[in-house]
């Protein structure tokens, strides 16, 4: 079958042709329809993921159609939860924890198969390329945004990087969760959007005193994956006793951080990543309640994928990128 | 009467002659047995505080007699909630809030008029030096490291910087909470003495190394006032979803934060500062229910202030540093 395996290569994303996965006791045999790539993907195309595994299918998201397996899932059109080996604990992933598509074979293939409990129904008012876009995405959103952040009616709540995929989740459900939902863009055009979709107004992070006028809203929640030296401008938007949700450092580290402000302000720093096994499946029932539709950025062929993931590497796409098969 | 007034003087700390307080409305004139130093009246002699008012009185800690107000608190030995203008919001001070001792004046003098509501009665297992060292290191141990901090039977607690005023009572409480409690210190002497009060062991936190051994521990909560670099090593002997509480940064700002390591092992940064009036007299309630008495490092007579806040500088004490009248 066709498969994006991660190779030692001057491109290590290669399209190949790797055997159909044979179905273990309690799996299903999903033919993938459209899967989509996430950060982790171009992070392991850039050699700067933990424990990378030459070979290894890429892809944590997918939906497909199940034709294998237990009988009451065969014909289903399904989407796949990416936890592996999440544990018992609700608050934590364990030590054996991983996210499917390294070291585990992924999505990113014409078939993968994956234990029956992974498989959720493909939410009924989403298409394919939606489907394929919401597992990972949503549940970092829904964990970081809902369960963390507590998005909720008369919270001020700030997603930064308004383009990404899981912030453009975490928008929409900030905004369904009833919250005035702001966003953080570089690009005035992504701010507008969002508008449209739901959000009460915008900063452009690449203007120095942005945080001068987002101040003056003061918020309870903010959720960034941003990180770096902007993380001092959120302790001084962030209200007193309010949520700073980190789930990413795409821009590194602070230099300083401002410890004075953090305590004085009783705010608090909350680390976030992907979300339990119980959130992924909060997380479908939210989307469902809400109708909620992934953003999709662009669809990619499987044989364009190097293509996907440059656009992915730009850093200027809106929502997911997705790959048909 | 005789007060340590804080001046523009080359030493800003001064033995003066000031007025009697007048006794306001709902006020009540307390004449103080002993009073207690706190970081942050350092911190105003170094002129390192926010809005210095030369004249003032310092102290924020006393025990002493009520004289006059209210005729229920005539006669009865008291000790004093140093916030001012808390606020309703028990999460959060409000706007209006200050520490008593800057820029209303303090407990460093002879009389003090407070508010009746200010008033407690002094537990009646310390004596006048335990019970004047208590108020504001006992309120802001007990928000960071009970009520933000969780300490619990079965959950593994650091606390930093061992001879601290704040951190010898955050010792006493995790330790009666039934918490699995170590402490740092670059002082192989005061972590011996913690363990005699309780503490399962130490790390001398001048060892490079030192949270190599304390990864192997990890702990459910950190309470930390030194912020700087260590905060890295924090990171790295927290447990997965665990909680480092910041209620200071007395060796200044991290250079970096490894926020990959916080959000991958969902760990949080929890601000904390002083506490709300319901916890200042639930901090006292539990001083009387487990019998704890704050660590005195060396009484002072009043004329010695300045003496006493050498001591404090030094930063050599173990508990409390207290100026009697």
């Given at each position: 079958?066709?498969?994006?395996?991660?190779?030692?290569?001057?491109?290590p994303?290669?399209l190949?042709?790797?055997?159909?996965?044979e179905?273990?006791?309690?799996?299903?045999?999903?033919?993938?329809e459209v899967?989509?790539?996430?950060?982790?993907?171009?992070?392991?195309?850039?050699?700067?993921?933990?424990g990378?595994?030459f070979?290894?299918?890429?892809?944590?998201?997918?939906?497909?159609?199940?034709?294998?397996?237990?009988?009451?899932?065969?014909g289903?059109?399904?989407?796949?939860?990416?936890?592996?080996?999440?544990?018992?604990?609700?608050?934590?992933?364990?030590?054996?924890?991983?996210?499917?598509?390294m070291?585990?074979?992924?999505?990113?293939?014409?078939?993968?198969?994956?234990?029956?409990?992974?498989?959720?129904?493909?939410?009924?008012?989403?298409?394919?390329?939606?489907?394929?876009?919401?597992?990972?995405?949503?549940?970092?959103?829904?964990r970081?945004?809902?369960?963390?952040g507590?998005?909720?009616?008369g919270k001020?709540?700030?997603?930064?990087?308004?383009?990404?995929?899981?912030?453009?989740?975490?928008?929409?459900?900030?905004?369904?969760?009833?919250?005035?939902?702001?966003?953080?863009?570089?690009?005035?055009?992504?701010?507008?959007?969002?508008?449209?979709?739901?959000?009460?107004?915008?900063?452009?992070?690449?203007?120095?005193?942005?945080?001068?006028?987002?101040?003056v809203?003061?918020?309870?929640?903010?959720?960034?994956s941003?990180?770096?030296?902007?993380?001092?401008?959120?302790?001084?938007?962030v209200k007193?006793?309010?949520k700073?949700?980190?789930?990413?450092?795409?821009?590194?580290?602070?230099?300083?951080?401002?410890?004075?402000?953090?305590?004085?302000?009783?705010?608090?720093?909350?680390?976030?990543?992907?979300?339990s096994?119980?959130?992924?499946?909060?997380?479908?029932?939210?989307?469902?309640?809400?109708?909620?539709?992934?953003?999709?950025?662009?669809?990619y062929?499987?044989n364009?994928?190097v293509?996907?993931?440059?656009?992915?590497?730009?850093?200027?796409?809106?929502?997911?990128?997705?790959?048909?098969?």
């Amino acid at each position: 079958m066709k498969a994006i395996v991660i190779t030692e290569d001057s491109e290590p994303v290669q399209l190949a042709d790797v055997p159909q996965p044979e179905v273990g006791d309690g799996e299903c045999l999903v033919k993938i329809e459209v899967a989509a790539l996430n950060r982790r993907d171009q992070w392991i195309r850039e050699g700067m993921y933990p424990g990378i595994r030459f070979g290894c299918v890429l892809g944590s998201d997918a939906c497909g159609v199940v034709e294998e397996g237990a009988e009451e899932w065969k014909g289903k059109e399904v989407i796949i939860n990416p936890n592996v080996n999440w544990g018992d604990d609700p608050e934590v992933q364990s030590s054996e924890y991983s996210v499917l598509g390294m070291p585990k074979n992924g999505t990113l293939a014409e078939y993968i198969s994956v234990p029956t409990d992974r498989l959720q129904l493909k939410p009924e008012h989403l298409n394919n390329e939606e489907a394929a876009a919401l597992p990972l995405a949503g549940l970092t959103a829904f964990r970081a945004t809902i369960k963390k952040g507590l998005a909720a009616p008369g919270k001020n709540v700030l997603i930064t990087g308004a383009g990404g995929g899981v912030s453009q989740l975490a928008i929409q459900f900030a905004v369904a969760a009833g919250a005035n939902t702001y966003v953080t863009s570089g690009d005035p055009d992504k701010i507008g959007k969002c508008i449209q979709m739901g959000a009460a107004g915008g900063f452009n992070y690449k203007d120095e005193d942005w945080f001068k006028e987002a101040s003056v809203i003061g918020f309870d929640t903010i959720v960034d994956s941003a990180g770096g030296n902007q993380m001092n401008n959120y302790l001084k938007i962030v209200k007193p006793a309010g949520k700073i949700v980190m789930y990413g450092s795409t821009t590194g580290y602070p230099e300083k951080l401002d410890v004075f402000r953090l305590f004085w302000s009783q705010a608090q720093i909350i680390g976030s990543t992907m979300g339990s096994d119980l959130e992924f499946e909060e997380m479908i029932q939210f989307v469902n309640k809400y109708q909620i539709k992934p953003t999709i950025d662009k669809v990619y062929n499987v044989n364009e994928t190097v293509k996907a993931f440059d656009r992915f590497k730009e850093a200027d796409h809106f929502g997911k990128i997705v790959i048909g098969f």
